[in-house]
């Protein structure tokens, strides 16, 4: 691995080890909607071996769990320590039967051909060798075993990130995002999977107002940039994101779209 590459995932980590807390909290539960259409399109099914990599805080593990049932397995490996805690005590308060891992996505630890489906719900942005990483995933896959990744079209916080790109505010965005459905396509492709096809999922997301929108905002992705503003920053923020997210509101608050894509492929 070279050294930008080691320093790019030594800052992922310790930024969703911050993050651990408050991900995906805010209530709106994007993480949690495009999670479960995942399990939904990729057809998880009583008894399975599932893995989900960069499981987070388990958006796609949970839902996974309570499909195979008693007689499955369900395993979930994130590198942030502190997600991968804050996961397994949520397992334990749901009485979910659920395997919960510190691991690299690019180094699978896991014996060949052992999962009947591997999913990876919005993390393969986060990979410096995502071609490495996919090949784990198609080496742990049994033979016609199936794969299931999301990335974001629009994501839930398009609105904020055009912002700050706009004013230049709290330094680079996330490397690496795939938006388009073709470019997914390929991507898989080209890492070896059979009978890929991409799905687009959308949905409409409530926010009470401005402020559960940022609130949300903050348990993404984007909190390390937003971390970055001053108080003079943020406030220059949020008043261009009111006007941008004005289109959107109706009397009982604000109605954001969201797209994701769902990759869909099969092991060789």
Same mark, same amino acid.
């Given at each position: 691995?070279?050294?930008?590459?080691?320093?790019?995932?030594?800052?992922? @980590?310790?930024?969703?080890?911050?993050?651990?807390? =408050?991900?995906?909290?805010?209530?709106?539960?994007? %993480?949690?909607?495009?999670?479960?259409?995942?399990?939904?399109?990729?057809?998880?099914?009583?008894?399975?071996?599932?893995?989900?990599?960069?499981?987070?805080?388990?958006?796609?593990?949970?839902?996974?769990?309570?499909?195979?049932?008693?007689?499955?397995?369900? @395993?979930?490996?994130?590198?942030? +320590?502190?997600?991968?805690?804050?996961?397994? *005590? /949520?397992?334990?308060?749901?009485? $979910?039967?659920?395997?919960?891992?510190?691991?690299?996505? +690019?180094?699978?630890?896991?014996?060949?051909?052992?999962?009947?489906?591997?999913?990876?719900?919005?993390?393969?942005?986060? %990979?410096?060798?995502?071609?490495?990483?996919?090949?784990?995933?198609?080496?742990?896959?049994?033979?016609?075993?199936?794969?299931? =990744?999301?990335?974001?079209?629009?994501?839930?916080?398009?609105? $904020?990130?055009?912002?700050?790109?706009?004013?230049?505010?709290? &330094?680079?965005? +996330?490397?690496?995002?795939?938006?388009?459905?073709? !470019?997914? *396509?390929?991507?898989?492709?080209?890492?070896?999977?059979?009978?890929?096809?991409?799905?687009?999922? @959308?949905?409409?997301?409530?926010? *009470?107002?401005?402020?559960?929108?940022?609130?949300? !905002?903050?348990?993404?992705?984007?909190?390390?940039?937003?971390?970055? $503003?001053?108080? /003079?920053?943020?406030?220059?923020?949020?008043?261009?994101?009111? +006007?941008?997210?004005?289109?959107?509101?109706?009397?009982?608050? $604000?109605?954001?779209?969201?797209?994701?894509?769902? &990759?869909?492929?099969?092991?060789?």
């Amino acid at each position: 691995m070279t050294q930008e590459a080691e320093h790019r995932k030594a800052q992922t @980590t310790a930024g969703f080890n911050r993050l651990a807390p =408050v991900y995906d909290a805010a209530g709106v539960g994007c %993480f949690a909607h495009f999670g479960q259409k995942l399990i939904d399109s990729i057809g998880v099914e009583p008894g399975q071996t599932v893995l989900d990599v960069a499981t987070g805080r388990g958006a796609v593990l949970f839902p996974a769990a309570e499909r195979v049932g008693p007689t499955g397995q369900v @395993t979930g490996v994130d590198l942030a +320590e502190a997600m991968v805690e804050a996961t397994r *005590a /949520e397992a334990e308060r749901r009485k $979910l039967a659920v395997d919960v891992r510190v691991m690299d996505a +690019e180094h699978l630890t896991f014996s060949n051909k052992r999962f009947d489906r591997v999913l990876c719900g919005f993390g393969l942005m986060f %990979f410096p060798n995502l071609d490495q990483a996919l090949s784990d995933m198609q080496r742990v896959l049994k033979p016609n075993g199936r794969l299931g =990744v999301s990335t974001w079209q629009i994501s839930q916080a398009d609105d $904020l990130r055009a912002v700050l790109d706009d004013l230049g505010l709290g &330094g680079p965005g +996330e490397p690496g995002w795939i938006t388009a459905p073709d !470019a997914l *396509a390929r991507l898989l492709i080209d890492a070896g999977f059979k009978n890929v096809e991409v799905q687009v999922a @959308t949905n409409t997301f409530h926010y *009470a107002d401005l402020t559960q929108y940022w609130q949300n !905002a903050r348990g993404t992705g984007l909190s390390r940039r937003l971390a970055a $503003l001053d108080t /003079e920053q943020t406030d220059r923020a949020r008043a261009v994101l009111a +006007e941008r997210l004005r289109p959107y509101q109706r009397s009982d608050g $604000l109605y954001v779209d969201a797209s994701a894509l769902l &990759g869909l492929g099969s092991a060789t």
